[in-house]
């Protein structure tokens, strides 16, 4: 799954943020349905969010500011579309 190879590759205390209309306790059903232990994670943290990626008002409320890096990735199934915004801690700071 997808966040288990981003905590094989983030530093600790990075944190992988959820931003998509799936209300976050279906969201962390489809996950864990999924295969995703979601306790089990050491180096990342789950962050959701719920809003639309395309609508600006929606995006302008994330802190952006605070993050040290930013990727974005939209990941499409028919149960769960997902917009996922990655907040990764830099290593040695």
């Known amino acids: 799954m997808f966040s288990q190879v981003l905590e094989a590759l983030l530093a600790p205390g990075s944190e992988l943020w959820m931003f998509n209309e799936v209300p976050e306790k279906e969201r962390e059903k489809k ?11 050491e180096n990342i943290t789950l962050v959701h969010r719920e809003g639309n990626a395309v609508i600006k008002r929606h995006l302008e409320n994330l802190p952006l500011e605070t993050f040290d890096s930013v990727s974005c990735i939209t990941l499409f199934s028919v149960s769960l579309s997902l917009t996922v915004i990655l907040k990764v801690t830099a290593c040695g700071s």
């Open 31 to 41: 996950l864990t349905d999924g295969g995703l232990d979601i306790h089990g994670l």
